[in-house]
């Protein structure tokens, strides 16, 4: 028969075919086998009873054996040495024993020998696929869908498996790109044990020793299960793969139960996926509009992105890319967010409980990451709209190692104003802004990866004057993530991150002068994380931060210039913290978050600054002496403990309650008299007379799951107190004020409210419906200071939007057709009206109320957009999309502010809207 | 800030929408209550004037002002200048201030309520340098030049009186009589004769407006005490302020820190909010308070200085291209009564046209503003015209 023919040849390549041993096949052998390999093991049998053993080395490294027999067919040893492997074994009539991996060879030709059959072996399905499994001596590349049906040794492999637990790590990455996969779920169902992958797709398991299938799931990702024998201490990296993108909204299983079994709260996390779904008003998605989507977001109004959590300012959010520091996270006066969505893996929000590695602002963390690129290969994609394009491009320099990615964005709306008539008056206008994003990974082996992020951001615009405002972030970053062992793991980081704006004016030759802020600081910290056990994940770390900041220079431009230059003192400040995280899971149901930061602010000279006396309001009369510090100096010190607390109790699989308590503390503020960030926002560090700011919030959570879950619901409550929130006394000056001191005013806040959530996450319809009822109220109550804002009484906040609705739906048409969404209404800002008039300097004038007692009309908006895809097929080199949407469906003229001025000696009111007209956009996406 | 809003417009135009701004009349309604407006300045080279008016709740137009007040000024030695109300709510006094003393307000009101500033010292206001203009491609943008040499003043503060004159567009040498006693059922009850001297019309009128916004300016951020260019006023294009001839007497205000803050919170809360970038409406307190009830809110600052005041005339030749044009067309009627009736009275008849043997066959007309300057301004020529 042919086929034994080519069995036989390729045996006779394969292995040298030896000759007869003895026989004897009933021989019985005795010995005593310690941690024996699998060489030793091999060759004690086949001294011992002379059978010729045939095997591959490499498949067999992990066997341990541990044996003591008397006596014993060599049937019982094979059988005891291999108990709970995959290893088997098959002897045939010439004294071969043949050992597998898998599946047992077949060694009888049933049809054709049916008398050599022994009575051992059992023939298992078609001889091919035995013998090709045997003969493969390097292993094929192993089909990630295959591995679903693999078992794997993790371990020094032993007879029996050990008792107690072990610890299995590794990293979970996607198959086609190589990239983390962060927060993807791991775990085993009997008994219940899991953890979420880290910010490297790291995820440490500790579970009892034995046989487990290993659920692997992520949103997007197919699921992947691994079966794994546990013997000891081990590593398994997990390669999920993508859902082909078009089905990506199909399945969206996992995290389903994050939300009812993480203890954190307040946490939202979106993927890029989902942002991208969302209507913007250019058809370019965008990071920081998604998130005012989410309840307990909001902003001032339509051109502003600083945003507003819970009720803290817009300076109390710390934005970090890639751990970098982005102190102004807009472009064009908030029309366009600073991140380039191509370059964004996924964000973080953390509202409520902040993880005790995080400090330096009280009310949020906005954790953006970017992606780490493709490993395999030169990946890219592109986008083009009316106003802006951008370009992404990725891939490995060194396989499966080292990876860059390179992103940029731009406008191009010069080259528009410059096609305007010159009547319009906006001719010689000029806006534009840019981006690059640089990244590079780097693994040098598995224990340890190198990453690099570079930033830089650009605004520049006159608005046909001859003022030239620019501003631009710059960030360097570079982590080191190292793994000790599969317990213990560390990163650290090290960046630099700058921001600084420019004004300029160089018309009036006697007047002209270019204008400057910078702030700098250079950062490094360190994050451990030891997996101590089952119950208790520790995370401690420190970080240090040294500021450096010149708060402005005014300074001549040109000869004729009469400007007198004006520096102020550049400023210095050291702000360090070490922190301790326990998550502590007491029961399967109850776990426990607890933190503790301890933060240390060092203000640093040299500095010349006034001293005031105790008690009495901070002015030039009252200034007793003037001190002047030298470089290094501490000037002033301030800090203490910071508390993050988080429970939850989980009353069902589907159901639990949370509570969190969190304090936190902030030495840097944002100067802003105007009511949204402004390029011209001063960032101030505190000082001798300036005290950081403080928060704290407790906060209360119910969440319930329905329908498998696939259908999240929660409700929160929280209140928070801000304690040294700035505020400045009427006619402060900001800009280039040598004595900040004296007008700023200490202001302390309240902010309480109750969000709820119905989340859908998988069908063809998703989304979610969020209702947010919030107060935030502000008082000065600051006795030193002589003009307090409404008599010092509570005053609601600029953000202060009692109601709160947002739709957010995508439906599915087809796997090429989608149709978004996106519906909100809010209750109308607070605004000061006049509540009467005068006349003064020759024309009517506005007496005006007690601030924010008004409120402008509700803010109400439709956006729709249609994402079209186009073929799907896998294998083609460009797909491209295009995204056509309206902004403002209905027109309706959504105030963003009502003013009153007087014009030709009459005050006139006016509200000003932007985007009062449905606002239609397209936009050109293609990948390759 | 009009900047932003153009810059909304900007985007707007590019992506072919338009709103940016519209009316807005909030249903607030308005509580204020009756609070005193003092505007006072005590003028160290001229006449004296305090103005007391009070802040309304209600939406009428008309000014509320404050009569019958007891107004006075005190040196520090308490010395009193009286002021007596010239007009209704205005306080004059010709005395002259020595300028090494310092002053305060004090008021009495008709309802016993007693108010008094903070004492003042006179400042001496630094000559303008110069009063100049260029023609920008939005109009005449007039500006002023000043400097100190001692770099004493600072800030600066700035107030103008434009005065520009109009010539007829049209000459009228006839005029209607009603005829005596009128003629029963005639449609046009009027003799048309050479109009007589008595009835002749002006030559020409002119017109003042006063400033209306806040102009102020600082050197604060300079080396030497100087201004340069500050913008004053802006005449926008084909204004018919510059239709032949316009003069502006722009006058200085030296002013305290203090003085300067108050008038730029005046500024910022009344001239320009709304947008982005600019600050919220804050509560101003000038340095005027109320001594029977000192929780009460006035409205106002007290200051003192000399005023330096300069005037130029601009006229249309030397800023060429300049195209103001009301509609004066020439209206024509033959010298019928039917047709007479047609364009008169409600015009003023211009010329005749005659037939050769002397006769007037048809009345030429155009409408009263385009013959008559006076219903637009006053007769009388400016003594520095």
Redesign the interface.
């Known amino acids: 028969m042919s086929l034994f023919k080519t069995l036989a040849g390729i045996w006779f390549i394969l292995l040298a075919i030896p000759g007869y041993s003895q026989e004897k096949p009933g021989i019985l052998i005795s010995g005593k086998l310690e941690n024996a390999k699998v060489g030793e093991f091999i060759d004690f049998l086949n001294s011992a009873t002379g059978y010729q053993i045939y095997y591959d080395q490499t498949k067999f490294d992990s066997l341990r054996v541990n044996l003591e027999f008397t006596n014993k067919n060599i049937d019982w040893v094979l059988d005891q040495a291999f108990k709970n492997t995959q290893y088997r074994y098959a002897i045939d009539f010439q004294k071969n024993i043949f050992l597998t991996s898998g599946d047992k060879m077949v060694v009888t030709l049933d049809n054709l020998l049916p008398e050599l059959v022994s009575d051992e072996v059992v023939p298992v399905r078609k001889i091919e696929r035995e013998v090709r499994e045997f003969l493969t001596e390097t292993e094929p590349q192993i089909s990630v869908i295959a591995s679903n049906n693999r078992v794997y040794d993790i371990g020094v492999k032993t007879a029996n498996f050990r008792k107690g637990n072990v610890t299995i790590a590794g990293f979970v990455r996607v198959a086609q790109t190589g990239e983390p996969v962060i927060g993807a779920n791991v775990y085993i169902t009997n008994p219940r044990i899991g953890v979420s992958t880290d910010q490297s797709g790291f995820y440490s398991l500790t579970l009892p020793a034995g046989r487990h299938s290993l659920n692997i799931r992520y949103i997007g990702m197919r699921d992947a299960v691994r079966v794994i024998n546990l013997y000891s201490e081990g590593k398994l990296d997990v390669e999920m793969i993508e859902q082909v993108r078009s089905l990506k909204e199909v399945d969206i299983s996992a995290e389903k139960v994050a939300n009812i079994r993480s203890t954190q709260m307040g946490v939202e996390k979106l993927t890029m996926a989902t942002i991208k779904q969302i209507p913007t008003v250019f058809g370019e998605p965008d990071i920081l509009r998604v998130i005012l989507t989410l309840p307990g977001v909001k902003s001032v109004?339509e051109?502003?992105t600083g945003f507003n959590v819970r009720g803290g300012g817009t300076d109390q959010n710390l934005i970090l890319y890639n751990d970098a520091t982005i102190y102004n996270p807009t472009h064009l006066?908030g029309?366009f967010s600073a991140f380039n969505s191509d370059a964004v893996k996924d964000i973080e929000l953390y509202k409520s409980s902040i993880p005790a590695r995080f400090g330096g602002r009280i009310s949020s963390v906005l954790d953006v990451r970017s992606r780490e690129g493709n490993s395999k290969k030169i990946a890219g994609s592109a986008g083009i709209g009316?106003?802006t394009s951008r370009f992404n491009i990725e891939g490995p320099i060194i396989k499966d190692r080292t990876t860059f990615m390179l992103g940029g964005r731009t406008t191009y709306?010069d080259w528009?104003?410059g096609k305007?008539p010159e009547k319009?008056?906006?001719k010689n206008?000029k806006?534009a802004f840019s981006d690059i994003d640089v990244h590079l990974n780097h693994k040098f082996d598995d224990r340890n990866t190198l990453a690099f992020t570079g930033y830089l951001s650009n605004d520049r615009f006159n608005?046909?004057?001859d003022t030239v405002y620019s501003y631009s972030n710059r960030n360097l970053s570079l982590k080191w993530k190292h793994i000790f062992h599969n317990k213990f793991n560390m990163s650290l980081t090290a960046g630099i991150d700058n921001y600084e704006y420019q004004v300029e004016s160089h018309e009036?030759p006697?007047?002209a002068?270019d204008m400057g802020f910078d702030i700098n600081q250079s950062n490094f910290k360190a994050d451990f994380t030891y997996y101590l056990s089952n119950k208790h994940t520790l995370d401690f770390g420190g970080s240090s931060i040294l500021y450096k900041t010149h708060p402005g220079k005014?300074v001549p431009w040109g000869t004729e210039s009469?400007?007198?230059p004006?520096i102020l003192q550049s400023e210095q400040a050291l702000e360090s913290a070490v922190y301790l995280g326990d998550r502590f899971e007491i029961t399967p149901a109850l776990s426990l978050n607890m933190g503790l930061r301890f933060s240390l602010y060092h203000y640093l000279g040299p500095q010349s600054t006034y001293a005031y006396p105790e008690g009495l309001p901070k002015n030039d009369f009252n200034v007793t002496d003037s001190l002047v510090f030298n470089r290094g100096d501490v000037i002033k010190k301030y800090g203490g403990p910071e508390y993050r607390i988080s429970a939850r109790y989980a009353i069902t699989g589907d159901m639990s309650v949370k509570l969190a308590f969190n304090t936190l503390r902030q030495y840097i503020h944002m100067l802003s008299?105007?009511?949204?960030i402004?390029p011209?926002d001063i960032w101030k560090l505190s000082d001798l007379h300036i005290k950081p700011q403080s928060g704290r919030q407790a906060s209360f959570g119910l969440y319930k799951n329905f329908k498998s879950n696939t259908i999240e619901t929660s409700a929160e409550v929280y209140y928070k107190w801000l304690d040294n929130y700035l505020d400045y006394r009427?006619?402060a000056t900001l800009i280039?004020n040598h004595h900040l001191e004296q007008d700023v005013i200490n202001t302390q806040g309240k902010a309480y409210g109750a969000e709820f959530q119905i989340k859908k996450t998988a069908g063809k319809l998703n989304g979610w419906i969020s209702y947010t009822y919030s107060r935030t109220m502000l008082k000065m109550d600051d006795p030193t200071s002589i003009?307090l804002?409404n008599g010092g009484k509570y005053y609601p906040a600029?953000h202060d939007k009692p109601h709160d609705f947002t739709m957010v739906g995508n439906f599915k048409a087809s796997h090429r057709f989608s149709v978004s969404a996106n519906v909100t209404y809010s209750t109308g800002r607070p605004i000061?009206?006049?509540?009467?008039?005068?006349?003064?300097?020759?024309?009517?004038?506005?007496?005006?109320?007690d601030?924010n007692q008004?409120r402008i009309p509700d803010y109400f908006r439709t956006d729709l957009s249609m994402n079209i895809e186009g073929n799907h097929k896998v294998h083609q080199w460009i797909h491209s999309s295009w995204t056509i949407g309206v902004y403002n469906v209905t027109g309706r003229?959504n105030?963003?502010?009502?003013?009153?001025?007087?014009e030709?000696?009459?005050?006139?009111?006016?509200?000003?809207?932007?985007?009062?007209?449905?606002?239609p956009f397209i936009n050109y996406n293609l990948r390759f | 800030m009009k900047k932003i809003c153009s810059f909304f417009t900007l985007l707007s135009v590019m992506l072919l929408f338009v709103k940016c701004k519209e009316a807005y009349e909030p249903e607030v309604v308005f509580t204020a209550t009756n609070l005193l407006v003092v505007e006072g300045h005590l003028n160290g080279s001229g006449v004296t004037s305090v103005k007391l008016s009070r802040t309304q709740a209600n939406d009428s137009r008309a000014k509320l002002v404050e009569r019958n007040a007891t107004v006075s000024i005190f040196d520090e030695n308490k010395q009193a200048y009286p002021l007596t109300e010239s007009s209704a709510g205005q306080y004059v006094t010709s005395a002259s201030f020595p300028s090494t003393g310092k002053y305060s307000l004090h008021i009495r009101t008709s309802d016993g309520k007693e108010y008094a500033s903070e004492e003042v010292s006179v400042l001496n206001t630094p000559d303008i340098e110069e009063v100049s203009w260029n023609r920008a491609s939005t109009g005449v943008q007039i500006y002023v030049d000043t400097h100190d040499a001692s770099n004493n003043t600072r800030y600066y503060r700035w107030e103008y009186e434009e005065t520009w004159e109009i010539v007829p567009r049209r000459f009228s040498y006839y005029e209607l009589v009603p005829k005596v006693p009128a003629p029963l059922g005639s449609p046009f009850p009027y003799d048309i004769i050479q109009r007589r001297p008595q009835s002749q019309f002006p030559r020409a009128c002119w017109q003042s407006e006063y400033s209306k916004n806040v102009i102020m300016a600082s050197s604060t951020k300079l080396t030497d005490d100087v201004i340069h260019l500050a913008p004053i006023a802006h005449v926008p294009n084909n204004s018919w302020k510059i239709d032949t001839r316009y003069s502006i007497l722009v006058k200085q205000f030296a002013l305290s820190a203090a003085g300067f803050e108050y008038w730029q919170n005046m500024k910022k809360n009344t001239e320009g909010l709304g947008s982005i970038f600019d600050p919220q409406p804050s509560e101003i307190r000038g340095n005027i308070s109320c001594i029977s009830d000192p929780a009460e809110q006035v409205v106002g600052f007290f200051d003192a200085s000399t005023i330096k005041q300069v005037r130029i005339f601009i006229t249309k030749a030397e800023v060429g291209d300049w195209q103001y044009d009301i509609l004066c067309d020439e209206k024509f009627a033959v010298n019928h009564p039917d047709s007479l009736a047609v364009i008169f009275p409600a015009n003023i008849p211009l010329e005749s046209r005659g037939d050769p043997f002397g006769g007037i066959t048809a009345y030429t007309g155009a409408s009263p503003d385009c013959v008559d300057c006076r219903f637009r301004g006053t007769p009388v020529r400016p003594d520095f015209w």
């Not at chain 1, 000061?832 to 109320?849: D, H, I, N, Q």
């Not at chain 1, 105030?895 to 007087?902: A, C, G, R, V």
């Open positions: 109004g051109a502003s006066f029309f009316l106003l709306s528009l104003l305007l319009s008056g906006y206008s806006a608005l046909n004057s009036n006697i007047n002068y005014f009469l400007v007198r004006d008299n105007t009511t949204a402004a011209t009427s006619g280039m003009q804002i600029n000061t009206l006049p509540v009467g008039r005068f006349y003064y300097g020759g024309a009517e004038r506005m007496l005006y109320s601030r008004y003229h105030p963003y502010s009502t003013y009153f001025t007087t030709n000696g009459w005050v006139k009111g006016y509200k000003l809207s932007i985007f009062a007209t449905p606002v």
